[in-house]
Every structure is written in C-alpha cells, then in structure tokens.
C-alpha cells in the first residue's frame, strides 16, 4: 500500500524558513517523480515544486522560485522542502503527491494528508 | 502561470449529467497531453479521476468521463450522485515543464 505521510510543518514568523519531509512507503521511490502542492485555507490547490525520480531535474512554481529548494533522499525513501524567507501567502496546507509515471511529474495518483504551514507574526 | 479557468460553481440533480470546463493556452491545456482531473471532498486530500486527458484510474466510476477541444478541457459526470459533490480541479503540464491546476468548481447535487 502506497503511503505519504509529511512532517515539518508549523508556525512561522515572515522571514523565516521551514523544512517540509514527506516519508514514502510501498512502491519504489527512486522510480517516480514527486511534487508539492498546496492549498491555502478555503482556497485551490496550487502546484510548487516537482522533482525526478533521480533528483537531477527540480521544477518550481514561479511564486516560490528562488526561496524554496525541492531535494530528496532515495536511499531514505524521502522528499523535502526547504522553504526559505517565508511570507504571509506562503500559508497553506502543504501536500506531498506521487506522480503516477516517471517521465514526467505531471499526474498524482497519491497525496499526503498534507502538513499545515502557517506564516504569521 | 496563470491558473487555468474553471466555472466556481455546477448543479444537477441525481441522475442528470453536468460538464466542467477548463480553459487554459496553447501552452498548458491545448499543448498537453497530461491533463488531469482531480475530486475533493471537504477535509480530504485530493483524488485522481481523469489523466492523460481521458484515462480513467483503476476503482473510479465510468460515469466520469472527460474530453479536450482545442485549448479547453472538459469533465462529464453522468447519472450525477449524492457522493458526487465535491470540488473539482483540473490540471495541466505546461511547456515550461510545470503544471498548473485551476481555480476549482464546487458540484452541488440539488
């Protein structure tokens, strides 16, 4: 059974940084892309960050470029977000999502149950 | 990335069909071939419904279908149900080899 379960989140001044993990279980890790995406409260969901199955190619959304850096672990079966100079927008519940080929991270077939993330002074 | 433009809302009642739209850009919805429908319910993470533009995932209801025209896609629920309502969210991998969901639409079974 395909698990995703993330940690990392919290309460955050403006400025400051998070480190998001998302910990996978029952499939092959280093085979799929993974991503990022979140939701702020009552709102849509909202694509971040995407790495390949080997790590070697990272995406970003152009509202987090520069601020937050996508990685993972293979050998630990994790993913990471390192967010950085965090802003009030930056609120929302943070997903972590399997891409269902490995081409591409483009289609999620599993999702976290997410890790909340709040700015606030 | 602009997100792509879905209605807010859609209504039917049990048994009827309803369509959601989705409009993106050459360079997202017309461009690609991952495009995606995702269901949520309230206080659930997201679940996969349509890929690659028609694909249905293994365990999802034959009753949602979904087709692209040009720089639109679109989502067919039919024989629409109480378990149906939900928000929905499309997709799509852009030229820039990101993705782009879109604002979402509430279905409201009446």
């Known amino acids: 059974e395909v698990q995703l379960v993330e940690s990392g989140g919290g309460v955050v001044e403006p400025g400051g940084s998070l480190r998001l993990s998302c910990a996978a279980s029952?499939?092959?890790?280093?085979?799929?892309?993974m991503a990022w995406v979140r939701q702020a409260p009552g709102k849509g969901l909202e694509w971040v960050s995407a790495?390949?199955?080997?790590?070697?190619?990272?995406y970003y959304a152009d509202s987090v470029k520069g601020r937050f850096t996508i990685s993972r672990d293979n050998s630990r079966n994790t993913v990471f977000l390192q967010m950085n100079s965090l802003r009030a927008e930056d609120t929302a519940l943070y997903y972590c999502?399997?891409?269902?080929?490995?081409?591409?991270?483009?289609?999620?077939?599993?999702w976290g149950q997410g890790t909340l993330v709040t700015v606030s002074s | 990335q602009s997100a792509l433009t879905q209605p807010a809302s859609v209504s039917g009642s049990p048994g009827q069909s309803i369509t959601i739209s989705c409009t993106g850009t050459?360079?997202?919805?017309?461009?690609?071939?991952?495009v995606s429908w995702y269901q949520q319910h309230p206080g659930k993470g997201p679940k996969l419904m349509i890929y690659?533009?028609?694909y249905r995932p293994p365990g999802v209801s034959n009753r949602f279908s979904a087709s692209k025209s040009g720089n639109t896609a679109s989502l067919t629920i039919s024989g629409l149900q109480a378990e149906d309502e939900a928000d929905y969210y499309c997709?799509?991998?852009?030229?820039?080899?990101?993705?782009?969901f879109g604002g979402g639409t509430k279905v409201t079974v009446l």
């Open positions: 999502a399997k891409d269902h080929g490995i081409l591409v991270a483009a289609t999620f077939n599993y």
């Open positions: 029952g499939f092959t890790f280093s085979d799929y892309a």
């Open positions: 790495i390949l199955g080997s790590g070697s190619n990272t």
């Open positions: 050459s360079s997202d919805v017309g461009g690609s071939k991952y």
């Open positions: 690659d533009v028609t």
């Open positions: 997709s799509a991998y852009t030229s820039s080899s990101t993705l782009v």
